[in-house]
């Protein structure tokens, strides 16, 4: 593989293992927050879902309120922004989606 494939290869790896981590980790929090409901151990707000759906904050910008940017045209509007929501699962879900791609190239 060349240098020039691998960035972007690189890229969609990383955003396919958030995706799929992101899924199953809110998967994995409905399940358990059901669990905690019959089990009677906190409802939807035990510590086993929420270490599943917590997402982990990350602020981009100046200061901790990070609002969209909006140019307003008149007739056309525009928002700017990048929002950012990461759980454990996503995390471990890019990490395998990393290790699946080292090994998934031409040998």
């Known amino acids: 593989m060349n240098r020039k494939s691998s960035l ?3 890229l969609l790896f990383i955003v396919l293992g958030l995706l799929i981590g992101g899924i199953l980790g809110e998967s994995l929090g409905l399940l358990f927050g059901e669990l905690g409901e ?3 151990a906190g409802g939807y707000d035990n510590i ?4 599943f759906v917590a997402p982990l904050n990350f602020n981009f910008g100046i200061g901790h309120n990070v609002d969209p940017i909006f140019i307003d045209l008149y007739m056309v509007k525009f ?3 990048f929002g950012l929501k990461l759980n454990v699962v996503s995390i471990i879900g890019m990490i ?3 290790y699946v791609m080292k090994w998934s190239g031409d040998r």
Do not use: T
């Open 79 to 81: 928002a700017f922004g």
């Open 96 to 98: 395998i989606a990393i």
């Open 8 to 10: 972007p290869r690189l």
């Open 48 to 51: 086993v879902r929420n270490f």
């Open 38 to 40: 019959l089990m009677n």
